[in-house]
């Protein structure tokens, strides 16, 4: 699980760094909230995953640990293309309000499954 981590973080990292280079360009700063979620919620958090993983858990292989991993990415995922519709005007707060409130409840989960993780892991 620790390689899948840290790909995906560095997956995110591009893509907020690419999204951060374009903003600056362009001098137009309405996906900052998307930009901060790429690097916190995909990158940061992601990356934090994969470290626990390598340097402390013994249960990387179990169910519980693939799941984890996907609620995680499938909920950020959502997130930042929820948010950066709405901060790019795409498409009506009130359609995506639900969505990114399903992918703030995901990520939350992945969270809480991680500590499961860290608890139940031998040598954390």
């Known amino acids: 699980m620790d390689k899948k981590f840290v790909t995906s973080s560095l997956g995110y990292a591009i893509l907020g760094m690419l999204l951060g280079i374009y903003m600056a360009a362009s001098h137009n700063h309405g996906q900052l909230v ?3 979620h790429i690097m916190l919620a995909g990158f940061v958090v992601s990356f934090i995953y994969g470290l626990c993983h390598k340097l402390w858990l013994t249960n990387g292989d ?3 640990a693939k799941v984890q991993f996907w609620i995680h990415q499938v909920g950020v ?5 929820g ?3 709405l901060y790019g005007q795409f498409i009506a707060m009130e359609v995506l309000d639900p969505i ?3 992918s703030s409840i995901l990520v939350l989960v992945g969270m809480v499954l991680m500590k499961v993780l860290f608890i139940r892991s031998k040598s954390a």
């Open 100 to 102: 990114l409130a399903l």
């Open 77 to 81: 995922l959502i997130m930042v293309v």
């Open 62 to 64: 179990t169910s519980l």
């Open 83 to 85: 948010l950066f519709l």
């Open 34 to 36: 998307t930009h901060a």
